[in-house]
């Protein structure tokens, strides 16, 4: 017999736990995606239990159906189209009184439904008590308490969920005023299978004068329900958010605490992932690599295959996984802070500072993110209610200089300006915080003219996450970029691969497709004094990822001036017994580098190889290597950012904000390379 | 008297919404704020406001807040 499939979806206010409970549910199965055309996260995941398969959809988190943004938008497409088998309404406990209207517009649809009354243990610290058996007789709907975080309720969730489906229990149904009711009765009677929601629709669409009479009957039933399920002790203990927020929102201290928690983020995540990210490197490099190019060889594939394989594979996607334990770090911490209930504070913090750019304090999260990487920067912006603020936003990531500018930066500085590393690097990241705010002033007086609208927002009260939770996030976004590294990277790799090997039979890069390109953009690069083909032509590989600039002038330099690599041989049993070490001496160093205070791995290390340094030494100069960092940290060549920001805001939108960036490099590294070279004459 | 006039330990009483658009009313409405529900305002910065009903706490702008009439207690 084959198993019944049930459609479960989860709905409730923002910041009820719906997550954690879901994945108390589903454990790893949970996916992290899209909802189709828009970027609000869509988080789902498919159980079997018994005879029974429940796919579960996590709704954003609303207030109401009466939709305002996106997510409610969302909400109530899904509910009305995808029609769901069985409605689970989460609700936060000790906030019970407000949940209700949510749950009241839920059970107009008339689809089983089970309330989860969750956080039921806070519920009891505070104070407020419900009446289960009487809510769930008022409402004829299941009624389970739960504690996502513990896991307690959840079996008997899912038990409730399987009840209410194989039963058919609809809800009773909801009666408003008797004016309201008697013109859906005549509604009714034209389209009988129509639910009370359609009706409802249809009524305010024949007589938008009703809106705020509906509104109030909605309210006044919610109402009522709480005064006959809900009671409120007097004995409300005292509460420990109230006091944590005296501290951390303080006036004068909440800006330096939350400058030191940013800090400790970004020490934590960067300085225990970079020994896995070398780890990996070398993993790929000299272990992978060297490998599987043996087994190609053995097997006489040809010439040209190999190359591929270990030029466009190896080079372009192994490369780009090796960030895989920086991005997941990150994504850890950030969801640990988010879910601890921090993250939200900021905003409060940050709005005056993000008022005079036209901002909300709720914008600073994006940017702060941009920092670690460009492409979860733009992908946070969907908490951004204002498309019109959200705009703002992912026009001013990009300028926030990622950990892979950091990369170029560092190589420039250990050949060009080796008196004052600090100072250099320091100024590109200015440099880069300048022109977000430029461009945001600029994007405020040409395109969107209007002021911010309305800013509310709830801060949620301080949690300890649940670690389970917090790890199953990191691991469904770490899933996500691994599958677009093995699909659009990947592709975008062979076609880079492609122009620096095409036409057939090409030795040198010179006389490759790029290389011509390379030569051509000589033109364009000339005024701010990068006047060699070798250097141009490493910027087109560099669109993939800025660092690739680096590894593609190794390349271009190295083959140009007929310089090849030794090879060594490679001993298998000797390279995996090397990779087992380093793997060991990796995960030493990124528990000791917790211990120091600084961010060991941006202090600047001389790693490249000095026969490419002083090639490079002879082909720039001071004022040319600034141009070229400049040129790094404003052209947005990413190919992830310009993914991320094309499903955002459109292709045309990703292409001219491309433009604009290169007309800003180029502008800012013609005046900067005009001013050094007059200084130092 | 709008809700931006309090100071950080103030308790209000919510009388109504003066001349908010639609949709700031009916967000402000969806996410608890109704006529007579009772409130604190816990912390003052720059243009934001936060204060506490029941059991949640919002963050507002001035903007926002100049919406909201309230008397105290």
Same mark, same amino acid.
């Not at chain 1, 289960?132 to 969730?157: C, P, W, Y």
């Not at chain 1, 498309?387 to 500085?413: E, H, Q, T, Y």
């Not at chain 1, 090879?567 to 000791?592: I, Y």
């Given at each position: 017999?084959?198993?019944?499939?049930?459609?479960?979806?989860?709905?409730?206010?923002?910041?009820?736990?719906?997550?954690?409970?879901?994945?108390?549910?589903?454990?790893?199965?949970?996916?992290?995606?899209?909802?189709?055309?828009?970027?609000?996260?869509?988080? $789902?995941?498919?159980?079997?239990?018994?005879?029974? +398969?429940?796919? &579960?959809?996590?709704?954003?988190?609303?207030?109401?159906?009466?939709?305002?943004?996106?997510?409610?938008?969302?909400?109530?497409?899904?509910?009305?189209?995808?029609?769901?088998?069985? +409605?689970?309404?989460?609700?936060?406990?000790?906030?019970?009184?407000?949940?209700?209207?949510?749950?009241?517009?839920?059970?107009?649809?008339?689809?089983?439904?089970?309330?989860?009354?969750?956080?039921?243990?806070?519920? !009891?610290?505070?104070?407020?008590?419900?009446?289960? =058996?009487?809510?769930?007789?008022?409402?004829?709907?299941?009624?389970?308490?739960?504690?996502?975080?513990?896991?307690?309720?959840?079996?008997?969730?899912?038990?409730?969920?399987?009840?209410?489906?194989?039963?058919?229990?609809?809800?009773?149904?909801?009666?408003?005023?008797?004016?309201?009711?008697?013109?859906?009765? $005549?509604?009714? !009677?034209?389209?009988?299978?129509?639910?009370?929601?359609?009706?409802?629709?249809?009524?305010?669409?024949?007589?938008?004068?009703?809106?705020?009479?509906?509104?109030?009957?909605?309210?006044?039933?919610?109402?009522?329900?709480?005064?006959?399920?809900?009671?409120?002790?007097?004995? !409300?203990?005292?509460?420990?958010?109230?006091?944590?927020?005296? +501290?951390?929102?303080?006036?004068?201290?909440?800006?330096? +605490?939350?400058?030191?928690?940013?800090?400790?983020?970004?020490?934590?995540?960067?300085? &225990?992932?970079?020994?896995?990210?070398?780890?990996?490197?070398?993993?790929?490099?000299?272990?992978?690599?060297?490998?599987?190019?043996?087994?190609?060889?053995?097997?006489?594939?040809?010439?040209?295959?190999?190359?591929?394989?270990?030029?466009?594979?190896?080079?372009?996607?192994?490369?780009?996984?090796?960030?895989?334990?920086?991005?997941? *770090?990150?994504?850890?911490?950030?969801?640990?802070?988010?879910?601890? #209930?921090?993250?939200?504070?900021?905003?409060?913090?940050?709005?005056?500072?993000?008022?005079?750019?036209?901002?909300?304090?709720? *914008?600073?999260?994006?940017?702060?993110?941009?920092?670690?990487?460009?492409?979860?920067?733009?992908?946070?912006?969907?908490?951004?209610?204002?498309?019109?603020?959200?705009?703002?936003?992912?026009?001013?990531?990009?300028?926030?200089?990622?950990?892979?500018?950091?990369?170029?930066?560092?190589? &420039?500085?250990?050949?060009?300006?080796?008196?004052?590393?600090?100072?250099?690097?320091?100024?590109?990241?200015?440099?880069?915080? &300048?022109?977000?705010?430029?461009?945001?002033?600029?994007?405020?007086?040409?395109?969107?003219?209007?002021?911010?609208?309305?800013?509310?927002?709830?801060?949620?009260?301080?949690?300890?996450?649940?670690?389970?939770?917090?790890?199953?996030?990191?691991?469904?976004?770490? =899933?996500?970029?691994?599958?677009?590294?093995?699909?659009?990277?990947?592709?975008?790799?062979?076609?880079?691969?492609?122009?620096?090997?095409?036409?057939?039979?090409?030795?040198?890069?010179?006389? *490759?497709?790029? #290389?011509?390109?390379?030569?051509?953009?000589?033109?364009?690069?000339?005024?701010?004094?990068?006047?060699?083909?070798?250097?141009?032509?490493?910027?087109?590989?560099?669109?993939?990822?800025?660092?690739?600039?680096?590894? *593609?002038?190794?390349?271009?330099?190295?083959?140009?001036?007929?310089?090849?690599?030794?090879?060594?041989?490679?001993?298998?049993?000797?390279?995996?017994?090397?990779? /087992?070490?380093?793997?060991?001496?990796?995960?030493?160093?990124?528990?000791?580098?917790?211990?120091?205070?600084?961010?060991?791995?941006?202090?600047?290390?001389?790693?490249?190889?000095?026969?490419?340094?002083?090639?490079?030494?002879?082909?720039?100069?001071?004022?040319?290597?600034?141009?070229?960092?400049?040129?790094?940290?404003?052209?947005?060549?990413?190919?992830?950012?310009?993914?991320?920001?094309?499903?955002?805001? /459109?292709?045309?939108?990703?292409?001219?904000?491309? #433009?604009?960036?290169?007309?800003?490099?180029?502008?800012?590294?013609?005046?900067?390379?005009?001013?050094?070279?007059?200084?130092?004459? | 008297?709008?809700?931006?006039?309090?100071?950080?330990?103030?308790?209000?009483?919510?009388?109504?919404?003066?001349?908010?658009?639609?949709?700031?009313?009916?967000?402000?409405?969806?996410?608890?704020?109704?006529?007579?529900?009772?409130?604190?305002?816990?912390?003052?910065?720059?243009?934001?406001?936060?204060?506490?009903?029941?059991?949640?706490?919002?963050?507002?702008?001035?903007?926002?807040?100049?919406?909201?009439?309230?008397?105290?207690?």
């Amino acid at each position: 017999m084959s198993k019944k499939k049930i459609k479960v979806a989860f709905a409730g206010n923002p910041n009820v736990g719906k997550t954690t409970l879901l994945n108390a549910i589903a454990g790893t199965s949970l996916k992290v995606g899209n909802w189709p055309g828009v970027t609000v996260e869509k988080r $789902e995941a498919i159980v079997e239990v018994g005879d029974y +398969i429940l796919h &579960f959809v996590d709704l954003p988190g609303i207030y109401t159906l009466d939709p305002l943004s996106e997510d409610e938008k969302i909400a109530v497409k899904f509910l009305e189209e995808e029609k769901p088998d069985v +409605i689970v309404n989460v609700i936060e406990t000790p906030s019970i009184e407000r949940a209700l209207l949510l749950t009241t517009e839920l059970l107009e649809f008339r689809i089983p439904t089970v309330i989860a009354l969750n956080m039921w243990d806070e519920a !009891q610290k505070v104070g407020v008590e419900v009446d289960i =058996k009487k809510l769930s007789e008022l409402l004829g709907v299941e009624v389970v308490t739960t504690v996502g975080k513990s896991g307690k309720g959840v079996k008997e969730l899912v038990e409730a969920v399987i009840r209410a489906f194989s039963e058919g229990k609809t809800p009773k149904e909801v009666r408003y005023s008797a004016e309201v009711e008697d013109l859906l009765k $005549e509604l009714s !009677q034209k389209n009988p299978t129509a639910t009370k929601h359609d009706l409802i629709k249809e009524l305010l669409r024949e007589k938008p004068d009703l809106y705020e009479k509906v509104r109030d009957d909605r309210f006044a039933f919610a109402h009522g329900l709480a005064k006959e399920v809900v009671r409120l002790r007097g004995d !409300q203990g005292r509460d420990l958010t109230d006091a944590l927020d005296k +501290i951390v929102l303080h006036p004068l201290f909440g800006i330096p +605490i939350f400058i030191g928690i940013i800090y400790i983020t970004f020490k934590l995540a960067f300085d &225990f992932s970079s020994p896995f990210v070398d780890w990996l490197d070398g993993f790929i490099n000299d272990f992978l690599s060297p490998l599987s190019l043996e087994v190609l060889k053995a097997l006489s594939f040809p010439e040209w295959f190999v190359r591929f394989f270990s030029e466009a594979l190896v080079g372009g996607v192994g490369f780009v996984i090796t960030f895989v334990p920086l991005i997941g *770090s990150l994504y850890f911490l950030i969801t640990f802070l988010e879910m601890s #209930g921090y993250i939200p504070r900021v905003a409060f913090l940050m709005d005056r500072f993000m008022h005079k750019i036209g901002l909300h304090g709720k *914008s600073v999260i994006p940017l702060i993110l941009g920092f670690g990487c460009n492409v979860p920067a733009i992908v946070a912006t969907r908490t951004i209610e204002n498309p019109r603020d959200k705009l703002l936003v992912i026009a001013m990531i990009p300028f926030m200089s990622c950990p892979a500018r950091l990369v170029v930066f560092s190589f &420039f500085v250990s050949i060009f300006f080796r008196e004052n590393p600090a100072l250099v690097i320091t100024a590109m990241y200015v440099i880069g915080i &300048f022109i977000a705010v430029f461009t945001a002033l600029i994007l405020r007086k040409v395109l969107v003219k209007e002021g911010p609208l309305h800013f509310v927002m709830e801060l949620p009260p301080y949690r300890f996450p649940s670690m389970k939770t917090v790890f199953t996030i990191t691991w469904a976004h770490v =899933k996500d970029f691994l599958y677009r590294a093995g699909t659009l990277i990947f592709g975008a790799s062979i076609v880079v691969w492609l122009l620096l090997n095409l036409p057939p039979g090409v030795k040198n890069p010179s006389e *490759s497709i790029a #290389g011509k390109i390379g030569k051509a953009l000589v033109h364009v690069f000339e005024p701010v004094g990068i006047d060699n083909w070798k250097a141009t032509t490493s910027l087109i590989p560099a669109f993939l990822a800025r660092e690739i600039a680096i590894s *593609s002038m190794g390349t271009i330099y190295m083959s140009a001036e007929g310089i090849t690599e030794e090879v060594e041989e490679f001993n298998f049993k000797r390279a995996l017994f090397n990779q /087992g070490v380093n793997l060991l001496n990796a995960t030493e160093d990124a528990f000791s580098s917790l211990l120091s205070l600084g961010i060991v791995s941006l202090e600047v290390e001389e790693e490249q190889e000095e026969d490419l340094k002083s090639l490079i030494a002879k082909d720039f100069n001071p004022a040319s290597a600034l141009s070229f960092m400049i040129f790094i940290l404003i052209y947005t060549s990413c190919l992830g950012t310009f993914a991320v920001m094309s499903r955002e805001i /459109g292709l045309k939108g990703a292409i001219a904000f491309l #433009g604009y960036s290169f007309a800003v490099a180029w502008i800012t590294a013609l005046i900067s390379y005009n001013l050094l070279s007059r200084l130092t004459g | 008297m709008n809700i931006s006039a309090l100071s950080p330990g103030e308790e209000f009483m919510i009388k109504g919404f003066a001349n908010a658009k639609d949709g700031v009313m009916k967000r402000l409405h969806a996410m608890g704020l109704r006529e007579g529900r009772r409130g604190k305002v816990l912390l003052k910065n720059g243009r934001a406001l936060l204060i506490k009903l029941d059991n949640f706490r919002l963050i507002i702008d001035e903007d926002v807040a100049s919406h909201i009439e309230v008397s105290n207690n």
